[in-house]
């Protein structure tokens, strides 16, 4: 069992910067690929990116692309989403998560969902 905690969100005016965190703990998640989804008011959960397990390898939504970098630590068993030049609309809350199987963007294919931080952004 791996348990997942996400800290970092908060507000910040459009063009600023904010970092998420994840921390693990429970089941070493130093050999786990990683997930960050987020879901805004409305919408379903959709995927902004993953990490693999030793961070060799790296995918992003098209939307975060060239503003948004996930990397990760596995000595703190921590993985964390840098995101610059936020827009309105990457308000949202922010989850990560273990990825299990299938596709990197299906969210269906992770488990052991942390509880989410919010992050708005304002114009």
């Known amino acids: 069992q791996v348990q997942l905690a996400e800290s970092g969100g908060g507000l910040v005016q459009a063009g600023g910067s904010l970092r998420l965190s994840c921390a693990a703990s429970g089941r070493t998640s130093s050999s786990y690929d990683m997930g960050w989804f987020r879901q805004a008011p409305g919408k379903e959960r959709e995927f902004v990116a993953a990490i693999s397990w030793n961070g060799g390898a790296t995918y992003y939504a098209d939307s975060v692309k060239g503003r948004f970098t996930i990397s990760r630590d596995n000595a703190k068993n921590t993985v964390y989403l840098q995101m610059n030049s936020l827009k309105p609309e990457d308000t949202a809350i922010y989850y990560c998560?273990?990825?299990?199987?299938?596709?990197?963007?299906?969210?269906?294919?992770?488990?052991?969902w942390g509880q989410g931080t919010q992050v708005t952004v304002s114009s």
């Open positions: 998560a273990v990825w299990i199987s299938g596709t990197y963007y299906a969210a269906r294919g992770y488990d052991y």
